[in-house]
């Protein structure tokens, strides 16, 4: 791969376009914006290993590249999403980085920056809702414009306003996220993403993930419990020691030198 110069150059998207199994896209349209949204979940899986693995998490967009696109690894939101949005911009959509809060079982949002996702806008204008680092989430882009019912195969979604400006996300009728509508710089969600790796209220400080799409569902390994879940429901196997790097590889495409595992929180 050629050095990374600041902006992803032609090569590089081709290497991260074979790495999703996409083909490079004749135009910016939303048709090919589906294809990319669809092929990176299905390839680049949702995974927080690094955070235990003592592995550092860099938000610039090389860093990003290097780890998912050279060491073929995937990532959390802010990998995920920053990483697919220097993808997109170098393919000729329009990018920009939308700050989110996560909203808990409780009806409570979580911190500021705590999740990010990408405004996209088509060569024709049309404006979409791209988010691959949400884990189980919409399958394909949602209209970012749209206040109606947009069903999906991961779901049904809502992209509504709230009174002061923001934006809920809903599935199935429940809040997934609030967002923010002003355009952000990856620079800015890296006090929060420390926050995630290192505080004890963080779950992914607390637990183990890594999950992608699949053809028919999903695969996903937490610890040494490895989940498939399609239409004719959900079968979980407890993997020994000798098996979980081999689940890796096999399932993820992820090579690892020893098994992640979460720490014991100090005292």
Not at 73 to 92: D, I, K, P, T, V
Not at 238 to 258: K, Q
Request: aromatic share 8%; hydrophobic share 35%; net charge negative.
């Amino acid at each position: 791969m050629s050095p990374y110069k600041g902006g992803m150059d032609f090569s590089q998207a081709d290497a991260y376009l074979a790495r999703t199994g996409v083909e490079r896209p004749a135009a910016a349209d939303a048709a090919s914006l589906r294809a990319l949204h669809l092929g990176h979940q299905m390839t680049v899986p949702f995974e927080n290993l690094s955070i235990h693995l003592g592995q550092d998490i860099v938000l610039t967009e090389e860093a990003l590249y290097e780890k998912i696109v050279g060491a073929r690894r995937g990532g959390f939101c802010y990998e995920l999403n920053g990483a697919f949005g220097a993808l997109l911009r170098s393919l000729g959509y329009s990018v920009e980085l939308l700050a989110a809060r996560v909203i808990g079982e409780d009806g409570r949002p979580g911190p500021p920056y705590d999740h990010l996702a990408l405004r996209v806008r088509t060569a024709d204008g049309e404006r979409w809702l791209a988010d691959v680092g949400f884990g189980r989430h919409s399958h394909f882009p949602l209209r970012y414009d749209e206040r109606g019912e947009q069903r999906d195969p991961g779901g049904t979604f809502r992209v509504e306003e709230t009174p002061d400006g923001d934006l809920v996300v809903s599935r199935g009728g429940v809040p997934q996220y609030r967002l923010e509508q002003r355009p952000r710089q990856l620079g800015d969600f890296e006090a929060t993403c420390w926050w995630q790796r290192t505080s004890p209220t963080s779950h992914f400080r607390t637990s183990l993930i890594c999950s992608r799409l699949t053809e028919d569902g999903r695969v996903s390994l937490s610890g040494r419990s490895l989940v498939r879940t399609t239409a004719a429901g959900r079968e979980e196997h407890h993997l020994s020691e000798a098996e979980v790097l081999p689940a890796y590889r096999t399932h993820f495409g992820i090579t690892l030198d020893r098994e992640p595992s979460v720490a014991p929180l100090a005292a």
